[in-house]
């Protein structure tokens, strides 16, 4: 046989196991050049936004090949619930990691050495044992998968140790090949782990990182919970959302607060006794409606594909944190919006645990400029759109889809009023807070601004003409600009930097977005929103319907329900309304195991639904 006629087998075998398996009739963007790639035995490093496929690019591989394909996924909480989806389809998976007992762990064991899985996930710090290398010794291998590959990155947002022992998959078993995948990584980081996994010579796949269907929006940080309940309350009342808080306790606080205000809320942080956060965990994938909070700096893995909104209470560290964070949202295509208020004591608060690190000097350095990218995003007056994918090495036109797209801010030659606010620090000897240096500057007279003389300064009342909120959002961009220093003390006390003088001196102009106040949009839930416009009150009703049998079947099996099908086969189960198994098959979702489990099912739905409409 050729080596064409070998690529067409595999490319024809790779597409038969999509449309039977998965019930999608084609691939997607990049999905089958990586496919033929890896099923051929090739090396491949994959970038693709979440919710593009990237699961695909290795159980399918595993499927055609012979073999076992091993997933190494730090995301232990989600494996159960990776396995049971494929147990859905008919795909023989189980993993191995320290949630199982003695007996379940040699019953895998046993498994994979008679050859009767297709995919096994395991955890990366399982995988470099040498109890774990030695059975995979002794096992047919179809591939390695090196899934959330941007965990072998030491300047990452979400470096883990053990992932940099993986390149002992290389060392060996090198006629085995590799997929590495990541939503989130920057050139460096992509040259990162492909030298840490070896992957050099292995072909990089780059796909577009838009997610088009996220709608990104940053406000003004006042009252930030009473912001978030609002905003909920006015465009996401009833949807499945994850509120991200930088300390274990306002992640607590904040779910109280939701609570309390009449939004199911739950928290989930490695500070919880791992029972308790599993529980969190499960019911936030099983039950509709619920808003997570989670901390920033423990990832929480979610498949949940009908996350309609990712809120920020605090600023992220880095454009890929926040990237990877929002991606959690709209996983199945539908509307989703990335929400966050911010604020002049995030900049100061990031900047401070830079500072306060044990790291050397080149990783403050590093993490600095990831700071300065996620500032360059909250000030930027153009499309947040364009700005964050320029940062990806990716270039874009404006989206019409952020805040700075909808409601364009308005810029203003702000040099006199930053000259006003500079001088007044100089004024005050670069020895006092924010606080006190607005009182200065708006003329407040304190007990403060008395106790050291301060209503003499020339500058005292210069900036009367200007509200607080006002001179805190200049206050905010000179300092995410770099004009204007923290001093990490007990005071937070604020000093001028070396580039601050050129300004001062009237050398060098300086242009800022103009203050808005905060106006509070209401609109409806953009989920309710498109079943309103896609379907008719029948269809609606037979979607309720179908939603409410999928449920129970998911209680039964204790699976999340969109194991079973997702929101958007529903949809297009209703928008068809399928009479026979044939016109079942072509609903994209639908695949052999899932027609043979469900199709009596839903076909007898859809006729009662169907004799309830007439």
């Known amino acids: 046989m050729s080596d064409g006629s070998a690529s067409e087998s595999v490319s024809a075998r790779a597409l038969q196991v999509l449309q039977t398996v998965f019930g999608y009739p084609a691939f997607r963007g990049q999905q089958a050049e990586v496919i033929e790639l890896v099923a051929g035995g090739g090396d491949a490093l994959v970038l693709m936004p979440t919710g593009a496929g990237k699961s695909l690019c290795y159980q399918i591989p595993s499927l055609v090949r012979e073999g076992v394909g091993v997933v190494i996924s730090p995301l232990i909480a989600l494996m159960q619930d990776q396995v049971d989806a494929l147990a859905e389809l008919g795909v023989r998976a189980a993993f191995l990691n320290s949630t199982q007992t003695w007996d379940e762990t040699v019953d895998i064991e046993r498994r994979v050495k008679r050859g009767e899985l297709d995919l096994l996930y395991i955890a990366p710090e399982r995988l470099v044992t040498p109890r774990c290398l030695e059975l995979l010794g002794q096992t047919r291998l179809a591939l390695f998968a090196i899934d959330e590959a941007h965990c072998v990155s030491q300047w990452g947002h979400d470096f883990r140790p053990e992932y940099i022992r993986l390149s002992v998959l290389h060392e060996q078993f090198p006629q085995v090949p590799r997929i590495a995948l990541t939503a989130t990584a920057d050139h460096a980081t992509r040259r990162e782990i492909a030298m840490r996994l070896q992957l050099e010579s292995a072909r990089q796949f780059v796909s577009s990182f838009d997610r088009p269907n996220i709608r990104y929006r940053i406000v003004e940080k006042a009252n930030a919970r009473k912001q978030l309940l609002d905003f909920i309350r006015a465009e996401q009342e009833g949807n499945a959302g994850i509120v991200y808080c930088l300390s274990r306790r306002k992640v607590d606080e904040t779910a109280a607060f939701l609570n309390e205000s ?353």
């Not at 996620?374 to 019409?400: H, I």
């Not at 100089?426 to 050291?452: N, P």
């Not at 050398?507 to 498109?530: F, G, H, I, N």
Request: some cysteine; overall charge neutral; proline content about 4%.
């Open 262 to 614: 009449g939004v199911r809320a739950l928290a989930y942080h490695a500070g919880m006794a791992a029972p308790e956060r599993a529980k969190a965990q499960s019911r936030f994938l099983r039950e509709d409606g619920i808003v997570m909070g989670a901390t920033i700096a423990f990832g929480m893995g979610i498949d949940k594909p009908d996350v309609r909104f990712v809120a920020h209470l605090d600023l992220p560290k880095s454009l890929e944190g926040y990237y990877q964070e929002t991606g959690r949202a709209g996983r199945d295509g539908e509307p989703s919006e990335a929400w966050m208020a911010y604020g002049l004591q995030d900049v100061v608060q990031q900047r401070r645990m830079i500072e306060e690190s044990e790291a050397d000097a080149n990783y403050k350095r590093i993490q600095g400029a990831k700071l300065d990218a996620m500032l360059g995003l909250c000030e930027t007056a153009n499309c947040r759109r364009v700005q964050m994918l320029q940062y990806f090495g990716e270039a874009s036109s404006p989206c019409g889809n952020c805040d700075n797209c909808q409601v364009p801010p308005v810029s203003y030659e702000a040099t006199v009023d930053v000259q006003k606010l500079l001088s007044t620090i100089y004024r005050v000897d670069q020895r006092f807070g924010a606080g006190h240096v607005l009182d200065v500057l708006r003329g407040h007279v304190t007990e403060k601004v008395k106790q050291w003389r301060h209503e003499q300064l020339s500058t005292f009342g210069v900036g009367a003409d200007r509200s607080e909120a006002e001179w805190r959002a200049i206050l905010r961009q000179v300092v995410a600009m770099g004009l204007v220093a923290v001093d990490y003390d007990a005071f937070s006390t604020l000093k001028l930097t070396d580039i601050a003088k050129p300004v001062l001196r009237g050398q060098q102009p300086v242009s800022l977005r103009r203050y808005e106040k905060p106006v509070k949009q209401k609109r409806v839930s953009t989920k309710r929103a498109k079943e309103e416009v896609d379907l008719g009150s029948g269809q609606q009703s037979m979607l309720v319907l179908l939603r409410q049998w999928r449920t129970e079947r998911a209680r039964a099996l204790s699976v999340p329900p969109y194991v079973i099908f997702h929101d958007a086969t529903l949809r297009e189960i209703v928008r068809l309304q399928p009479s026979s198994l044939a016109d079942l098959r072509e609903v994209a979702g639908v695949g052999e195991k899932k027609l043979e489990t469900y199709g009596a099912e839903i076909l007898r739905l859809v006729a009662d639904a169907q004799q309830m409409a007439d």
